[in-house]
């Protein structure tokens, strides 16, 4: 069943945070919708742009809907990560998107509501809910590079200023995490004090952290020795902080990184170990299975694990009416 994210953090708000993946492929699908039935968990299904162009807006649809029958008990958001406002407009016409994420972030403070806004009037006429970012993550964005030296986290006033103008139902926040696979040095780490701050002039207001992935050193080390060039060193946000976070109302946790890392190691391991093979549906099923229990060990680490039941009986009959 698909059901709006607004109506999955009425339930989560405070107590747990529920996983939003990027998928981009029939493996992934599979994968996603296996683990999270075995964990008994609700979950958000994201597709950026990027992911749209590669397999096609349609073919993604009829893969999605058709992973639904096959796991009835299932119940997700459909949510456009990332999008600009021509794309947002699209998805909400589709029908089959329950969620969009508005990113104006690079644009001035009032652009960026004037934007978000106007998303926000088509998408609620739609019962779509809106997700919109404030602050500027490090790393790559989609086609957006931002200089890490100019990241800046989110400024809780304008937070506060920014969702009472735009009337979105989730912000994003900058709290220290960046895109992709090298995000922090040292002794960085989440700004659990920007996170606090934030809370306490937005209280009961769903947050969404981007660039979530923890870059397990295991995961890279095995992809280094089956041929990879990782930087050994890179690393990425500590999973057992996502309770903290979630406690404080973050309440959506994006990993896409940490899903590729996956699919990278299983294939390296596989081509590397068995140099005689050709068909990829062997390396694909070892991948689905490997997709479904990492997705297992996420939702035990952001809380939604065994969260299925509840959100039935609650964002469920929302969603009916
Ligand atoms: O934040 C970006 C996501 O990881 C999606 O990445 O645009 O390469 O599909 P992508
Ligand atoms: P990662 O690169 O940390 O997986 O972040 C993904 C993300 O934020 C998608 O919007
Ligand atoms: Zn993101």
Request: glycine share 10%; hydrophobic share 35%.
């Amino acid at each position: 069943m698909i059901v709006t994210t607004k109506s999955l953090f009425d339930v989560c708000y405070g107590r747990f945070a529920v996983g939003a993946y990027n998928i981009n492929n029939m493996e992934q699908i599979l994968g996603l919708f296996r683990g999270n039935i075995e964990s008994q968990a609700p979950f958000i299904l994201q597709i950026s742009r990027g992911s749209r162009d590669y397999a096609d807006k349609r073919m993604l649809e009829a893969m999605i809907r058709t992973a639904e029958e096959i796991f009835p008990e299932s119940i997700f958001a459909v949510h456009l990560d990332h999008g600009t406002e021509e794309v947002c407009h699209d998805c909400i016409d589709s029908g089959f998107y329950s969620s969009v994420m508005i990113d104006a972030s690079h644009e001035p403070l009032e652009g960026n509501i004037e934007i978000t806004r106007r998303v926000v009037e088509h998408a609620h006429s739609k019962g779509v809910s809106v997700e919109a970012e404030l602050g500027m993550l490090g790393g790559v964005e989609e086609d957006i590079k931002v200089d890490e030296k100019h990241a800046c986290l989110t400024d809780p006033d304008q937070a506060r200023e920014f969702v009472k103008a735009s009337g979105c139902d989730s912000l994003a926040v900058a709290i220290g995490t960046s895109h992709g696979a090298y995000k922090f040095k040292g002794t960085q780490g989440l700004h659990f004090d920007r996170i606090e701050e934030i809370q306490r002039r937005l209280p009961g207001f769903p947050l969404v952290m981007h660039g979530s992935s923890s870059v397990p050193p295991d995961e890279v080390a095995r992809i280094n020795a089956a041929g990879g060039k990782l930087d050994p060193s890179a690393r990425g946000v500590d999973e057992n902080e996502f309770a903290r976070a979630a406690s404080m109302g973050v309440c959506k946790v994006n990993i896409d990184t940490d899903g590729r890392l996956v699919w990278t190691r299983v294939h390296r391991e596989f081509f590397k170990n068995k140099p005689e093979k050709f068909d990829f549906r062997d390396p694909g099923k070892v991948f689905v299975a490997e997709y479904a229990k990492f997705i297992v060990h996420k939702n035990q680490k952001l809380g939604s694990a065994g969260t299925l039941a509840e959100i039935r009986r609650r964002a469920g009959c929302q969603a009916c009416g």
